[in-house]
């Protein structure tokens, strides 16, 4: 078949560095290395021009995108996109960004969804983005409600979507994704010694990376580490991610929190943290917490658990799924809750070296190859 691949969310502002912008590439990198008859069309933003060293049988096409106004590439999608694949022949479009599913049908349509995030809290989004981007996302749901498959991540997120989209299951596929191959334990001490030289953290830290949106539950994992400080920790919390550093009202509501609980010298935001380091982060850490009430998957969680760090995670959506018997749970909506999974861990050295143990047996069922494997499957059988 002609396949086409939707390369954009990698570059793309808003994604290229979350777990959407690193998963399309990184599947596109495996895809195009595994073997394989099938002819790949990549599409990307125009102008720029992604290099793959495979001998997979591929062209690439620059799509018109919006720079300033990088919102509304929906609407130029909207208006173009149907055409520019009719014209490439292709037999199956693999759309990576909902918000990039063709309108018009000249070819199979495949949607690769991530979660249904936007939609399970429509009253939260509607309050958090602008208009145009509202108009986006309802033009996408209609998009998904007429994919021909829909690819997700967890089985939670295939309820979701079963749920809201009212579809038979057999036409949601849950493929577990993978993370960068470089994920893995680093020597503790070295990395203490990199953090220390690059971002200025000299002391034990407790860790988390992610987004600062409401979902990722903050101002509570704020105030349990008031409280972990309250009982002897004398290290800091460090935050990671490019949005802490952003003029935004939800990081200026956790700012304005951490003066009211006068931790300004415990919390640390080193910014977005590139891949080649994250391992150096969770190896270092005293342990990896992640509150959130509500993903899809939960890469950072995986991540975490491929560097063999001591995990501290809430008992809700998908991160269950991922994390198994690898971390230690707590209730994302009680703060006592948080800081006894951290008093369990923290003070029990034989419970962190069991979850140790267990990161080596869990985190060998998320690999790119069994991602690749399973959609090349799915591509074959629909030959």
């Not at 939260?124 to 033009?139: F, H, R, V």
Request: hydrophobic share 35%; charged share 25%.
């Amino acid at each position: 078949m002609r396949i086409g691949f939707d390369l954009r969310p990698s570059s793309r502002v808003n994604s290229r560095r979350r777990g959407i912008g690193k998963y399309t590439f990184h599947l596109a990198t495996e895809l195009l290395s595994a073997p394989s008859q099938h002819e790949f069309v990549l599409y990307h933003a125009k102008g720029q021009h992604p290099t793959f060293d495979s001998g997979q049988q591929k062209r690439q096409v620059g799509l018109p995108e919006l720079t300033r106004a990088h919102r509304l590439n929906w609407l130029v999608d909207h208006l173009f996109l149907g055409r520019r694949l009719a014209r490439d022949g292709l037999d199956l479009f693999h759309a990576t960004d909902v918000t990039s599913i063709p309108s018009s049908r000249t070819c199979e349509v495949w949607a690769h969804v991530h979660d249904l995030i936007p939609f399970m809290f429509w009253a939260e989004t509607k309050q958090s983005l602008p208009w145009d981007y509202i108009g986006a996302l309802k033009w996408a749901l209609r998009r998904m409600t007429h994919s021909d498959l829909i690819i997700t991540d967890s089985d939670h997120s295939k309820r979701d979507i079963c749920g809201k989209l009212d579809r038979p299951e057999e036409s949601v596929r849950v493929i577990y994704p993978s993370c960068h191959p470089s994920f893995g334990p680093r020597d503790r001490e070295e990395s203490r010694a990199i953090l220390a030289q690059q971002f200025a953290i000299h002391d034990p830290f407790l860790f988390y990376v992610g987004g600062s949106d409401f979902r990722k539950n903050l101002p509570r994992l704020l105030t349990a580490f008031r409280r972990i400080v309250d009982l002897g920790y004398s290290g800091k919390l460090v935050l990671a991610g490019e949005s802490f550093l952003w003029n935004i009202e939800e990081v200026r509501l956790l700012k304005q929190q951490i003066e009211k609980e006068r931790t300004q010298r415990f919390v640390l935001f080193p910014g977005y943290v590139p891949d080649r380091l994250l391992p150096n982060f969770y190896s270092a850490c005293d342990l990896f917490i992640f509150p959130s009430l509500y993903e899809g998957f939960g890469l950072p969680v995986l991540e975490a658990i491929r560097c063999e760090a001591k995990v501290l995670a809430s008992r809700s959506s998908s991160i269950p799924e991922v994390a198994g018997e690898a971390a230690e749970y707590f209730d994302p909506e009680d703060e006592n809750s948080i800081v006894d999974a951290f008093e369990r861990v923290f003070d029990n050295p034989s419970r962190g070296e069991e979850l140790t143990r267990m990161c080596r047996h869990q985190s060998d069922r998320f690999s790119w190859k069994n991602v690749v494997g399973q959609i090349l499957d799915l591509y074959d059988s629909r030959k």
